[in-house]
């Protein structure tokens, strides 16, 4: 599976080709899943364009998505779209349209109580698992751990020399994930070695505009879709698919 990650906390200063209104998002994501995307994650956001959980906007960017996709769509839950913890389940409980799944940042307060809340609301749980911090200890000792819908292991080092050994800690750290598909992601220069990784390891994967702005190349990615086709072609090209995880 590649997962397109469409904009994320990305905004007007990282260029016009990143989608922020709910009918740019549709459409970009409609075009990522021609390319042959399987799974769409989102950030909703403010009129100024900042990340936000708010079920006006939640409604706006699933509903005009949907009409362009039948692929799953999910969005973020993260803490500095809503810094309370209490106020972030709040949030949850409130939406109008329910995303097919949502991620939740283990490691950041509240998370139990977030990921709580969108499983009672019938909404898949993406357990966003980051490098460099506790989360995989916090996940590992959860006792909602097996009731998520996959894991995402974030490798948020940017550095494509160590990225992938940086990857390679941070699935070790997961051990079993309570049995829970890991989908295996970088961002920035760590994106492209990464995802190579991902597919030597038969894991899912994700690429787009929130993880990263450019091709292998270095060359400037023209859209989500670009970035789609690129990933495919990437992950099609290893043939080392009996290797295993650490």
């Not at 509903?63 to 106020?87: F, L, N, Y």
């Not at 990857?167 to 995802?195: C, F, I, K, S, Y």
Request: glycine share 10%.
């Amino acid at each position: 599976m590649v997962q397109v990650c469409v904009n994320g906390g990305r905004g007007s200063g990282d260029g016009a080709l990143v989608p922020l209104s709910p009918k740019a998002m549709a459409g970009s994501a409609a075009e990522a899943v021609a390319a042959g995307a399987s799974d769409i994650h989102v950030h909703p956001k403010s009129p100024c364009g900042e990340d936000t959980l708010s079920s006006k906007a939640v409604a706006a960017a699933l509903v005009e998505i949907r009409s362009c996709v039948a692929v799953p769509v999910g969005v973020t839950t993260g803490a500095w779209a809503e810094p309370d913890p209490a106020a972030r389940v709040a949030r949850v409980h409130e939406w109008s349209v329910l995303p097919d799944h949502a991620s939740v940042n283990w490691h950041e307060p509240g998370a139990e109580e977030v990921a709580a809340a969108l499983l009672e609301r019938g909404v898949g749980v993406e357990a966003g698992i980051w490098s460099g911090t506790d989360g995989a200890a916090r996940f590992a000792a959860s006792p909602l751990g097996p009731r998520v819908l996959r894991v995402l292991a974030e490798v948020t080092d940017p550095d494509p020399r160590s990225a992938e050994d940086t990857a390679r800690q941070l699935l070790a750290a997961l051990g079993t994930a309570h049995g829970r598909p890991v989908l295996l992601h970088g961002e920035d220069g760590g994106a492209w070695p990464v995802l190579r990784l991902a597919a030597r390891l038969g894991l899912a994967t994700r690429i787009g505009l929130e993880d990263t702005l450019v091709l292998p190349d270095g060359a400037r990615a023209a859209s989500n879709a670009r970035l789609v086709t690129e990933a495919l072609a990437q992950y099609g090209s290893v043939t080392g698919f009996s290797e295993r995880r650490p």
